[in-house]
C-alpha cells in the first residue's frame, strides 16, 4: 500500500512539474492604464535606449494543428529586437512588456526572453503568448517596451502585422 502511494505521489509531482517554465502572468492593470495605452499608441519604429537604435520585428500566429483544439489555440507571438547596426545588444536593457492592438482592442502581457543572450548578440528575442483569438489574417500593431537598469521605459512598435495560422 505504502509504494501504490509512493508511486501516485512521484506522478503526481511530475505532473505538476511538467507546467510552462515561465507561466504567462495575468496582465496588471497599469498596462492598460490610459496614460500608458498613450505611449503605446505613440511608439515608433525605432527607438535609442542604451545609446543603441533599435528596431523590432514580429511573427504572430494562431495554431490550429490537430492537436490544437478546433477553434484554435490563443495567439501567440514571437518578437525580436535588434540593434540597427548589428552591434552588441545594450547588456542592461530588458524588455517587459508587449501589446497587440487591433482597432481599440488591446492585448497586454508580460514577455519572457527565448534564450539567453551571447556577448555581443546584436538581437533580443521574446516570446508572448496566451493571447486572444483573433482571426487568422488580421492585421494588428505591435509594441514592446524596453527598461533600463535605471526603470527608464521606451516603446517601440511596429504596424499592420498579419496575424497566421499554422495547420
Not at 492604464?33 to 533599435?54: C, G, N, S
Not at 495554431?63 to 529586437?81: Q, R
Not at 497586454?108 to 516570446?127: C, I, M, Q, Y
Amino acid at each position: 500500500m505504502k509504494g501504490r502511494i509512493a508511486i501516485v505521489l512521484c506522478a503526481a509531482l511530475c505532473i505538476a512539474g511538467c507546467g510552462d517554465r515561465n507561466p504567462v502572468k495575468p496582465a496588471p492593470l497599469t498596462l492598460l492604464d490610459t496614460a500608458v495605452l498613450v505611449q503605446v499608441r505613440a511608439a515608433t519604429a525605432r527607438v535609442t535606449a542604451a545609446k543603441a537604435e533599435l528596431r523590432l520585428t514580429a511573427y504572430l500566429w494562431r495554431d490550429f494543428m490537430p492537436v490544437s483544439p478546433p477553434d484554435g489555440k490563443p495567439l501567440a507571438a514571437a518578437l525580436s529586437i535588434t540593434t540597427a547596426d548589428s552591434s552588441a545588444f545594450p547588456a542592461d536593457l530588458r524588455a517587459d512588456a508587449a501589446w497587440v492592438l487591433n482597432g481599440a482592442d488591446v492585448w497586454a502581457t508580460w514577455v519572457s526572453e527565448t534564450a539567453g543572450r551571447a556577448p555581443g548578440d546584436p538581437t533580443l528575442h521574446v516570446l508572448v503568448n496566451g493571447g486572444p483569438k483573433w482571426d487568422p489574417g488580421t492585421l494588428v500593431d505591435v509594441v514592446v517596451r524596453l527598461r533600463d537598469g535605471s526603470g527608464a521605459a521606451w516603446y517601440l512598435g511596429v504596424k499592420r502585422q498579419t496575424i497566421q495560422r499554422t495547420d
